[in-house]
C-alpha cells in the first residue's frame, strides 16, 4: 500500500501524462478512485444504479474538466467534489419526481422493534441488532436534506476539513458547519437510544 | 471554562476543535459523558454499510467510460494552451505536408487530394476544440450576473481571450493557406469579438459588460460558434480515421 502523500503525487503525474495527451493514462486515475467514488455515490444516494450512474458521470466529467484541476488541490478531493454534487443533482431530479423511498417517519415506527431487539442481549440477536443499526442509519441519512447529508457525508466519511466542504458546495463556512451539526442532531436522535442501550 | 457544546464536541470530534476541549474533557466528567454518548452514535454511522463490487469492478469501469470518452485526444489537451496547440498544429500540418510528399515520392499514387485531405483533418481537429474553449470563455461572459457592487473582474476570461486571439490568429492563417475560406472568414469574425474582450479593462462596470454581451449577443457569435462546431464535428466524423 502506497502512503497518502506518494499517491497523490502519482496522481498528478498521471493527470500531467492525461494532459500530455496520453489516453491510457486515464485509466491508472479511473483504477484507482472508482471503488471510492462509488461508496461516496451510495453514502450520498443510497441507491446501487445511480450510483453506478454516478461513477461514470464523474470519470466522465473529470476528464473534461482536468485543466480545471490545480496540483495544488488533491486529485481526489476534486474528485470527489465533482462526485458530490453529481450525486446532490441526481437526488434531486429523483425528489422531484416524488421517487423518494425512505422518510423519517418510516424510521420512527421502527424505534420499539429495535427496543425489543436491543434488550434481548447476545447471540444471534446481536447480529439483527447490528442490521437494525445500520437501517436506522440508512433511514435517517435518508431523512437528512441534500445539503446536510452532502457536508454530512463529505465530513464522516471522506474526512474532508468544513473549509473544503464549503467550497465544494458554495456555502460560507459557518453554513456547512452548521448543516453538520444538523446532520448530527438527528442522527443522534435516531440512533442514541439504540447505540447507548447496548453498551 | 464552561461546559462544551455539543457543537463543540462534534468539531472536537472531527479534529476541527482545538485542545482547549481536551483539556477540559480530561478534568470534567458530565462533558466526558456527552463525549461518549456522541462518540458512540457517530461510530455506529460507520456501519453504514455499502455494496460489494466484484473484483474486476476497476477495469469494468473503466472499460464503460472510456467507450464514452470524447475521441479526439492530443489536441483536445493542447487545447487548453491555444497558442501551444496552435503551434503544434503547425508542426502536424508540416508532418501531413512531408509525408505525403515522401509518399508521392516513393511511387505511391500520387495524391494531392489525399494530402490536402490529411491535412483538413487535422486543422478540424484543431480548429473543434478552439471554438470549444472559445464558447466557454464567451458564454461565461454572456451569462454573468450584473455586477453587485459596481464593477465585475473578468480578468480570467480576459486572460482566456488573449491566449485566444493569438491561437485563432494562427488558425485563420492555416485556414486560409489551406484554401478554406469558409473556416477563415468566421475565424477572422470570431478574432474581432476575442479582441475586444481581450482590451476590455479587467474591472468593467455595468455599462462595458452591457457593451460587451451586445457585441456577443448581437453578433449572434455563440450561436454561429454553435452552428460552426456542429459542422466541424461532422466534417470530423466522415474523416473517420483515427487522429494521431
Ligand atoms: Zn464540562
Known amino acids: 500500500m502506497q502512503s497518502k502523500g506518494s499517491m497523490e503525487e502519482s496522481d498528478s503525474v498521471a493527470v500531467a501524462r492525461v494532459r500530455a495527451g496520453d489516453g491510457n493514462a486515464y485509466r491508472v486515475l479511473v483504477e484507482r478512485h472508482s471503488r471510492a467514488v462509488f461508496r461516496l455515490a451510495y453514502r450520498m444516494t443510497g441507491n446501487e444504479q445511480d450510483s453506478e450512474d454516478v461513477v461514470q458521470e464523474t470519470f466522465l466529467r473529470a476528464y473534461k474538466q482536468l485543466h480545471r484541476w490545480e496540483a495544488r488541490s488533491s486529485f481526489s478531493t476534486w474528485l470527489y467534489r465533482i462526485a458530490a454534487n453529481y450525486s446532490l443533482d441526481l437526488v434531486r431530479r429523483r425528489q422531484r419526481h416524488g421517487e423518494v423511498a425512505m422518510t423519517e417517519s418510516a424510521g420512527e415506527r421502527e424505534t420499539d422493534v429495535v427496543h425489543a431487539l436491543a434488550s434481548h442481549a447476545p447471540g444471534p440477536d446481536r447480529l439483527l441488532f447490528s442490521d437494525r443499526v445500520q437501517q436506522r442509519v440508512a433511514a435517517t441519512l435518508d431523512g437528512l436534506s441534500r445539503q446536510e447529508r452532502t457536508a454530512f457525508v463529505l465530513r464522516h466519511f471522506e474526512g474532508q476539513s468544513i473549509e473544503e466542504i464549503a467550497g465544494a458546495l458554495g456555502l460560507s463556512g459557518n453554513a456547512a458547519k452548521h448543516s453538520i451539526f444538523r446532520a448530527v442532531q438527528k442522527l443522534r436522535r435516531a440512533l442514541e437510544p439504540l447505540v447507548n442501550s447496548q453498551s | ?244
Open chain 2, 1 to 244: 471554562m464552561k461546559h462544551a457544546t455539543e457543537e463543540q464536541l462534534v468539531l472536537y470530534y472531527y479534529g476541527e476543535q482545538a485542545d482547549e476541549i481536551q483539556r477540559h474533557l480530561e478534568s470534567c466528567e458530565a462533558c466526558r459523558g456527552s463525549y461518549q454518548a456522541l462518540q458512540r452514535v457517530l461510530n455506529s454511522v460507520d456501519s453504514f454499510p455499502v455494496p460489494e463490487r466484484g473484483a474486476d469492478y476497476e477495469t469494468r469501469v473503466w472499460r464503460e467510460v472510456e467507450r464514452r470518452l470524447p475521441r479526439r485526444r492530443a489536441l483536445a489537451w493542447l487545447a487548453w494552451k491555444p497558442l501551444a496547440a496552435a503551434a503544434a498544429l503547425g508542426g502536424l500540418m508540416a508532418v501531413a505536408f512531408f509525408a505525403g510528399r515522401s509518399w508521392r515520392e516513393s511511387g505511391a499514387k500520387a495524391s494531392a487530394a489525399a494530402d490536402l485531405e490529411v491535412r483538413e483533418r487535422v486543422l478540424m481537429v484543431a480548429v473543434g476544440d478552439h471554438l470549444e474553449r472559445t464558447q466557454t470563455v464567451l458564454a461565461e461572459l454572456a451569462n454573468s450576473g450584473d455586477p453587485k457592487n459596481g464593477a465585475l473582474d473578468i480578468s480570467y476570461e480576459q486572460r482566456a481571450a488573449e491566449d485566444l486571439v493569438e491561437a485563432n490568429r494562427l488558425y485563420r492563417e492555416t485556414a486560409a493557406s489551406a484554401g478554406d475560406d469558409r473556416t477563415a472568414n468566421f475565424l477572422d469574425e470570431l478574432e474581432r469579438v476575442l479582441l475586444d474582450v481581450a482590451h476590455n479593462p479587467s474591472q468593467v462596470s455595468p455599462g462595458q459588460l452591457q457593451d460587451l454581451r451586445q457585441e456577443i449577443e448581437g453578433r449572434g457569435i455563440l450561436f454561429k460558434v454553435k452552428i460552426f462546431s456542429s459542422e466541424v464535428e461532422e466534417r470530423e466524423a466522415a474523416q473517420n480515421a483515427p487522429v494521431l
